[in-house]
């Protein structure tokens, strides 16, 4: 096994399922001899050549649009779209295509795609280099919505998602790229789309997350600790489809539910955890479900970011208030 | 029956060739301050670039993208406008800014992470920087038409790359000028790079690049109005062809698109590595034609230039700068801005958030 980051784990998923399938193609803007900005697909080019690691135009509605047409001629195309921010040019493609292509023609064609991409603040970017926009693919039905926070899920929910028959948005918490390593398989194994995972148990509080804020959630976790506070930690994985039994479980046997993400607070994925967990759990909850989220303001310039973005701090005082009430 | 309906030609235009000699023909008529003036310009810019650059190393700022050699496109063009006319710019045409009396500060503020830098004077009539590539052409068409509308003598001037000339609003913004006949010129800034991937495409079956158009002038035609390609290490050429499109288009003749083809001197933003994807031999050959060297030897055979003048330029250019990263640096952000300005007046919602972060 080999100690990988987030960033190689994932040029290791795409390594593995390319070799495996002749099918599998990347393509993106500066991801052949460049091998992304990220280098999240470094070496891919000179191993698989430039047919199959391919740099296109600077169109990001190009990309996803091209993409779509090819997975549907049995290609698998890993469109990667260099920032957050440069999906939005991508949403008209998504939403409109790749999205409904299957629906459209009752299963005639369909696009297996995915569209990969870093995402969130905290890494002292430009504007447009911050966004957090997971909610807009939740939101729009015929698109899967993967979000690893560790090296070895990443691997596993990214070959998931290329064998995946359907279109998956595939977001990468860029401020954890190079943050720390995981031991990961060499070979290729597949971590299943729909499955949460719970990453630190605990009886008092479920904290419910994904990408970079996970680890933020369980450093909270680490400082409830001393003060004799079990927090369990959830890392939802797959937002679309989201694992609710797995979130059920741990708020039934904690009765105190929070959520962080980066993303703002209104209609951010929070909310619609919110409302499933007082749908269903009304009579077992000790406490109000709170968020510990971004504000509904724009990602502000790195000046602010860290005014800006969740931690500790926030989750912890989030946490006194569940306990307290 | 078949015929050829339709033809076209690009036009390529320098005046200054890379050892300063002029071609009396085309000379534009600038009196002895204003070529100082141009020179002066593109000093200030390279000061602040290395400024920059250097503060960026230091982490003084964050993630900057250098205009080095790309002098003569910024300065030339700009030169060329009416302070009423309307700037569009990208990333890198830094002084811009500074010519529309921005000063150093908002700039370093901008770079430095804090949104206060793009809080531009008044009558600056420059747009802020602009990241999402080749969004700002739809601006600068859709100014220009309400110039039109509001029967304004005035014009828009609207800066890309290359690369950008790809995405899909780069090209509605110039049918959208072509179709309402609207007084906008398109700059586009070929320094022959996205980021790793070339302008030209040099595979003949396969993509890799960007455009497989000969030149990227023509792309003009397809939407009904010219294009010329100028030599955008030529500060003379730049200027006076921009120059005559807005006159053009102020006189209701429509927009022009003006290709200057230069070279991408720097990485292509402190965050690049290019030797991953381009031989520094070439690079090193476009040095040789890099804009200010050219400019200064054409003064210096009108005689205005000399040592004097070049310390003078120097020490006025480094006071500038240098007075701007004190402000910048002077500066802290107020962490409420984040809230306080996303609307006219805070949201009951966004007023609540704002207690919660206070508290
Ligand atoms: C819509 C969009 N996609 C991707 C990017 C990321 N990006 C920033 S600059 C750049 C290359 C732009 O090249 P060009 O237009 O030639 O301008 P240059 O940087 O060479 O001046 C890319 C891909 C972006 N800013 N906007
Ligand atoms: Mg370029």
């Known amino acids: 096994m080999a100690k990988l980051s987030i960033v190689e784990a994932v040029k290791d998923a795409l390594d593995c399922e390319m070799e495996r399938d002749s099918s599998v193609v990347v393509l993106g803007e500066d991801v052949g001899l460049n091998g992304g900005v990220f280098r999240a697909t470094d070496g891919l080019f000179a191993k698989y050549g430039d047919r199959r690691v391919i740099d296109t135009p600077l169109s990001e509605s190009g990309i996803v649009g091209v993409s779509i047409a090819m997975a549907v001629q049995g290609l698998k195309p890993v469109a990667e779209i260099q920032f957050d921010g440069f999906t939005y040019p991508a949403m008209d493609q998504l939403f409109s295509h790749a999205a409904r292509l299957r629906n459209r023609t009752r299963g005639r064609y369909t696009c297996p795609l995915v569209v990969r991409f870093p995402y969130g603040g905290g890494i002292r970017a430009l504007e447009h280099h911050n966004e957090s926009p997971e909610t807009y693919f939740v939101h729009t039905p015929g698109l899967k919505v993967v979000i690893p926070s560790n090296p070895y899920d990443t691997k596993g929910l990214l070959i998931a998602s290329i064998r995946d028959p359907d279109p998956v948005v595939f977001m990468e918490p860029k401020r954890i790229y190079r943050s720390f390593r995981d031991e990961v398989p060499e070979n290729a194994y597949v971590v299943e789309i729909g499955k949460a995972k719970v990453v630190r148990e605990g009886t008092d509080i479920t904290l419910i997350s994904w990408g970079a804020m996970v680890r933020e959630c369980l450093k909270a976790a680490d400082d409830a600790a001393v003060q004799g506070v079990k927090v369990e930690v959830i890392d939802v994985r797959t937002l679309s489809p989201c694992d609710y039994d797995a979130i059920f479980a741990s708020v039934q046997k904690t009765g105190r539910c929070i959520v962080v993400h980066e993303a703002p607070r209104t209609l951010g994925f929070g909310a619609e955890i919110c409302a499933r967990v007082q749908e269903k759990l009304l009579l077992y909850l000790k406490a109000p479900v709170l968020r510990v989220t971004g504000y509904d303001t724009p990602f502000p310039y790195f000046k602010l970011e860290n005014e800006y973005l969740p931690g500790p701090d926030k989750i912890k005082k989030a946490m006194a208030q569940v306990m307290k009430f | ?359």
Request: glycine fraction near 6%; proline fraction near 5%.
């Open chain 2, 1 to 359: 029956m078949q015929k050829d309906i339709a033809s076209f030609r690009v036009k390529y235009v320098q005046i200054l060739d890379e050892k300063g000699n002029v071609d009396k023909k085309l000379e534009p008529e600038l009196s002895d301050q204003e070529l100082r003036d141009l020179y002066r310009w593109m000093v200030i810019e390279r000061v602040f670039d290395n400024t920059a650059l250097a503060l960026q190393r230091e982490g003084r700022i964050g993630t900057y993208a250098q205009s080095l050699g790309e002098e003569a496109v910024h300065v030339g063009s700009v030169f060329a406008a009416s302070d009423d006319d309307w700037i569009f710019p990208d990333y890198r045409e830094h002084v811009a800014f500074l010519m529309r009396k921005v000063p150093v500060k908002n700039l370093l503020l901008h770079w430095g992470g804090s949104e206060e830098g793009m809080d531009l004077p008044e009558r600056s009539n420059i747009f802020p920087v602009c990241i999402p590539v080749g969004t700002q052409t739809l601006h600068g068409a859709g100014t220009a038409i309400a110039f039109k509308l509001k029967k304004k003598k005035f014009c828009s001037l609207t800066f890309v790359g290359d690369a950008s000339t790809s995405t899909g609003d780069f090209n509605e913004g110039l049918n959208f000028a072509g179709t309402f006949m609207a007084p906008a010129v398109f700059i586009i800034r070929n320094n022959q790079w996205a980021i790793s991937v070339p302008r030209v495409c040099d595979k003949p079956d396969w993509g890799g690049c960007q455009s497989r158009a000969q030149t990227l002038a023509q792309k003009a035609i397809a939407f009904g109005f010219d294009g010329v390609q100028v030599d955008g290490n030529d500060v003379l050429a730049v200027y006076s062809v921009v120059k005559e499109a807005l006159e053009k288009a102020r006189k209701g003749k429509g927009p022009t698109l003006v290709e200057c083809f230069s070279y991408r001197l720097p990485p292509h933003t402190t965050a690049d590595d290019p030797t991953r994807y381009r031989d520094p031999e070439i690079v090193k050959a476009w040095l040789k034609k890099e804009p200010l060297a050219r400019f200064k030897l054409y003064l210096q055979k009108k005689k205005l230039w000399d040592e004097k003048f070049e310390s003078a330029v120097q020490a006025e250019a480094k006071r500038m700068v240098d007075q701007g990263v004190k402000e910048a640096e002077d500066f802290k952000p107020k962490p409420t801005d984040m809230f306080d300005f996303v609307y006219e007046k805070l949201t009951p919602n966004l007023s609540e958030q704002r207690k919660e972060w206070l508290s």
